[in-house]
């Protein structure tokens, strides 16, 4: 395979939106999507912009929700993609308008959270109620968040019947790929470790 060598203006390769909730110095809910997160175990590292308000909240009240929508979720996704919750509106963000209720402005229900304050989104088949840990970048433009997971709540049909476990053949995330979104193809296969290997899905 023969290769040329480019600058990408950013280096979204692919990986699942997530939709965070966290709260607001008056006690409200703000909603932001991102899709700079993965898992370690039961620990979600996300990586967050240090101007935007989820990390501004995040750095004082450390409760939030991480829900995971579906690819017929990317409208609502979209609405809320040139809001934001600071008022005003940082210099860094031209082309972002301040909303205070994302939820309404998204189109989107708050679902009542059972450990943590900030509400999840009910529209999406999973979402995690987790408490973040605050660390600085590799520079001055964002943070890395290590937020333990206390609580998984999932739509019962993504869930192996009889099991805690999530079914990959019915479970499809939104997935942000260089600023497109897309959501999954077929399953080519599965790693040796899975729990919920092909005989289990309840797809054909």
Not at 15 to 24: D, I, M
Not at 172 to 199: A, D, K, Q, V, W
Request: with cysteine; charged share 15%; aromatic share 8%.
């Amino acid at each position: 395979m023969d290769h040329v060598t480019i600058a990408p203006s950013i280096l979204y390769v692919g990986t699942p939106v997530a939709l965070l909730a966290s709260e607001n110095p008056d006690g409200t809910a703000n909603l932001a999507p991102m899709s700079s997160a993965w898992a370690l175990g039961q620990v979600m590292v996300l990586g967050l912009g240090t101007e935007g308000q989820t990390a501004a909240n995040l750095a004082v009240r450390p409760d939030l929700t991480i829900s995971f929508p579906a690819p017929e979720l990317w409208p609502a996704v979209e609405r809320l993609a040139p809001l934001t919750g600071r008022d005003p509106v940082p210099a860094s963000k031209p082309g972002f308008r301040y909303e205070p209720d994302k939820f309404a402005a998204a189109g989107l229900t708050p679902a009542p959270s059972e450990l943590v304050g900030p509400p999840g989104v009910a529209e999406c088949p999973l979402w995690l109620e987790a408490t973040a840990e605050v660390r600085p970048g590799a520079d001055s433009t964002f943070v890395v968040v290590e937020a333990r997971v206390l609580r998984v709540h999932a739509d019962p049909d993504i869930v192996v019947p009889g099991t805690q476990h999530v079914d990959p053949a019915r479970w499809t995330p939104l997935i942000y790929n260089f600023r497109h979104y897309f959501g999954l193809g077929g399953e080519l296969g599965h790693s040796f470790r899975s729990e919920t290997p092909r005989m289990w899905s309840s797809a054909p």
